[in-house]
């Protein structure tokens, strides 16, 4: 992907080029599609998937999440990244179709922006002829009088069985990395409330759906097979299980990638109960990092937050038993 892009107010030019990987996701909220992209003269490398939003550092073996967001395509991974790759504009004032040897020409006018004072808005899109990938996206705006210009070329494109890896691949490479926490927390907004109603299906049986009650002291582990922490501390996890069987409930929630997590917990011989989770569950828990975790009381009421498995929780499990 190169990516030359010209702006109206003082006429800078940015020439960036680097590569994308590109999965259709027509359960995505966001973009539609999941993505992995790298600029040339970034030396980092970003992913968005599941409603997440990753930034991965090779040299220092660190990554950080954040919650997914359409302004995460302006990350410098997601400017390798054009919306329109898997859907065309729908919305337009008029379109115009020509062709050349080896491509067709869509040329799009679009209304003026009233708003922000955006006229002369065109896009054309050059498809190839075989497989219809576009070759390049050329748009074009004037605001002020000043023209804006933005060209998307992409170069060596693969597609469908052509394509040799995948998102969770490159999540699978980032698993023993070191996860960087935000600096700022806010106070998870469930903290000290009835824990909401949750019927969830097993990992292990999608048709079974189970409730997690509070008739008894409970712990919530949200992980995924992609997170080394998660994966380390799984077993400190089904310790706690077994060294508490009759005074605690352990649930772990995986919203990702279920065929592995089978796999990992058969690997582990984990015995407690794994269910499927999913991204709006994560958004209702403000859960943006892994692993983590939740203590509940006897009556259900949200009492602790983890950011990662620590010797705090086993104390704050005894002291909630003794109560």
Request: proline share 3%; with cysteine; net charge negative.
């Amino acid at each position: 992907m190169q990516r030359i892009d010209t702006f109206a107010q003082d006429g800078t030019v940015w020439n960036n080029s680097g590569s994308a990987l590109i999965e259709k996701d027509k359960n995505d909220k966001v973009f539609g599609f999941s993505f992995y992209g790298k600029r040339d003269d970034i030396d980092k490398e970003y992913i968005y998937d599941a409603g997440n939003g990753f930034e991965i550092s090779k040299t220092d073996k660190t990554y950080e999440v954040e919650p997914g967001h359409f302004g995460f395509i302006g990350s410098p991974g997601g400017q390798m990244v054009h919306p329109n790759i898997f859907r065309l504009d729908s919305i337009y004032k008029d379109v115009s179709v020509s062709e050349t040897e080896n491509s067709y020409l869509l040329s799009f006018e679009f209304e003026n922006d009233t708003v922000y004072n955006v006229s002369d808005r065109t896009k054309i899109y050059e498809l190839n002829k075989t497989n219809f990938f576009p070759v390049q996206i050329k748009q074009t705006s004037s605001q002020l009088g000043n023209k804006s210009v933005s060209i998307a070329k992409f170069s060596d494109v693969k597609i469908n069985e052509n394509v040799t890896n995948s998102i969770k691949d490159l999540k699978q490479d980032f698993q023993d990395y070191s996860i960087i926490q935000p600096e700022k927390r806010e106070p998870n907004k469930l903290l000290l409330k009835k824990l909401p109603t949750l019927e969830l299906p097993d990992l292990f049986d999608k048709n079974k759906i189970v409730k997690i009650n509070s008739n008894k002291l409970t712990l919530i582990d949200f992980w995924e097979v992609w997170c080394g922490p998660c994966i380390t501390s799984f077993s400190k996890v089904e310790n706690l299980k077994n060294k508490f069987a009759s005074e605690l409930n352990v649930f772990g929630i995986v919203s990702e990638d279920h065929e592995n997590a089978i796999k990992f917990v058969k690997k582990k011989g984990t015995t407690f109960q794994n269910l499927i989770g999913n991204n709006d569950l994560e958004k209702q828990f403000s859960v943006y990092s892994w692993p983590r975790y939740f203590l509940v009381d006897k009556n259900g009421i949200v009492q602790k937050e983890y950011f990662g498995f620590s010797d705090e929780i086993e104390k704050d499990i005894k002291e909630y038993t003794s109560k």
